[in-house]
């Protein structure tokens, strides 16, 4: 650890000792000379209940200022590290605070049996707190980056190994004023502390295994102080899928396949219920009209069901409005070799003689999936994830292309409103596992916007 990281960490505690203690001392001035900054507050009548100084110092200020730091540390406030994220410390400021006042709101409710001195007070103590002590480490991560600048308190890196540093991590590794990278070495030597006049702080394994090389590296870092660490040699296109865990006391680098897992999947199975229930309520009409211009268009039944492959490559029965001849699936073999794309396995016709003339209309305006909402309901389908493909289409997929199966399908996708069926199998493949890869709610929301205009203008419908 370098000596300005362990003073700034003992700075910061003692910085909100005081600042803390400020904050507590102005608000309790300002309500003994009732001095109010809150506008409806001057309505009120002076507090009655207020404690002398002596007394307010003793009983309460320096217990909760003791309270607040003992809040900030179990939050991680004041780890032994160089900050540069206001942000970060910004929200745990913010929580520390509020955290503070809640057990004072209880102590006094539920341990004193009564109220707390001067509502007013508090409400003054909260903001003061809240804003002093963040101008406090404010002025602390100037202090610090200004001491970076001057080369007080950089941590040098030497990175090593067969592969070279990856570009990316290099610029970042420049970009980054806590860093001073020195270069890159292929091999290992008991002569890396001579590689440059300054003192190597982080040596960075570029190719990492169970190599007596890489046990010896570690042994030699371990012995010397030197700090170690190593680039995950796989899945690094995708680091924010990756997560520290441990199996009891044995560290271990997870990956999860999509943000779905957990909460994520929650939140998005309860949006899909909502939305498919509505949307069937309303479009209801529009289902019955539909229904009885199929029945007068050709023979055959209004729906069809369409045998696809959901996520981890369960079939289910995709639900759709018929817009083909009865016999279609029958045909399908005399006209495989008409298929334009020959790019995968998809099988598509351009003008395709099976469908029918209002299946035309139904297709070109995607009314024609309007029933899929039905197996949303009933959990086999999702709002927005890659289209469901059939069997025949699936069993000629490389492995890379099953990535898809991790999640539901879904009506509509990033792939249908980035050109539907003009983009090439590989494009869609691709478009599918960036929204596995890089889900959230407002990504969800996003493509159900877009779908609409997609949907509307009829580009690249079947």
């Not at 000792?17 to 904050?23: G, K, P, R, S």
């Not at 003054?124 to 080369?151: D, E, I, N, P, Y």
């Not at 305006?365 to 039905?374: A, G, H, R, T, Y």
């Not at 929204?435 to 709610?441: A, G, K, L, Q």
Request: hydrophobic share 45%.
């Amino acid at each position: 650890m370098k000596r300005s990281e362990l003073v700034f960490g003992l700075l910061r505690i003692a910085v909100d000792a005081v600042t803390v203690f400020v904050a507590l001392l102005l608000a309790w001035w300002l309500r003994m000379h009732n001095i109010d900054l809150i506008p409806w507050a001057q309505l009120l009548e002076p507090a009655k209940t207020m404690p002398d100084l002596t007394y307010y110092i003793r009983s309460f200020l320096i217990p909760t200022v003791i309270v607040f730091l003992i809040i900030a540390a179990s939050l991680k406030l004041y780890l032994m590290r160089i900050t540069l994220s206001f942000f970060r410390e910004e929200a745990i400021i913010i929580l520390t605070t509020i955290v503070w006042v809640g057990m004072i709101m209880g102590w006094f409710f539920f341990v004193q049996k009564q109220l707390f001195y001067s509502r007013i007070l508090l409400i003054h103590a909260t903001f003061f707190v809240a804003g002093f002590v963040t101008l406090g480490h404010v002025f602390l991560m100037l202090a610090q980056r200004a001491l970076l600048k001057k080369g007080i308190g950089v941590r040098t890196v030497l990175s090593l190994g067969k592969l070279p540093l990856s570009l990316y991590i290099e610029q970042y590794i420049k970009r980054d004023p806590r860093y001073r990278y020195i270069g890159h070495r292929s091999q290992y030597s008991a002569s890396l502390l001579e590689f440059d006049e300054h003192e190597i702080d982080l040596i960075l394994q570029t190719d990492p295994s169970s190599s007596e090389e890489t046990n010896s590296l570690i042994d030699f870092c371990r012995s010397n102080q030197i700090g170690y660490a190593f680039l995950p040699p796989v899945l690094t296109d995708v680091p924010h899928l990756l997560s520290f865990h441990r199996f009891g006391s044995v560290p271990i680098l997870k990956f999860q396949p999509t943000p779905l897992d957990g909460w994520g999947s929650i939140f998005k199975r309860a949006m899909d219920t909502i939305c498919a229930l509505i949307a069937l309520i309303m479009l209801s009409p529009l289902f019955l009209i539909i229904a009885i211009v199929i029945k007068l268009d050709s023979r055959g039944p209004v729906f069809y069901k369409s045998r696809r492959m959901g996520r981890r490559k369960q079939f289910i029965a995709v639900i759709k409005f018929r817009s083909m001849v009865k016999n279609a699936d029958e045909l399908k073999e005399d006209l495989e070799e008409q298929s334009h794309r020959n790019d995968g396995p998809l099988f598509k016709i351009k003008n395709d003689p099976r469908i029918t003339k209002f299946g035309k209309f139904l297709r070109r305006f995607s009314l024609d999936e309007l029933p899929q909402l039905i197996n949303v309901l009933y959990g086999e389908l999702s709002l927005v994830g890659p289209r469901p493909h059939l069997p025949e289409e699936v069993a000629k997929y490389t492995d890379f292309q099953h990535r898809v199966f991790a999640i539901k399908p879904g009506i509509t996708g990033l792939a249908q409103i980035s050109g539907r069926s003009n983009l090439t199998f590989n494009e869609e493949v691709r478009l599918d596992l960036q929204y596995i890869e890089e889900w959230s709610p407002w990504m969800d929301l996003w493509i159900l916007w877009r779908t609409i205009g997609v949907v509307l203008k009829g580009d690249g419908a079947d």
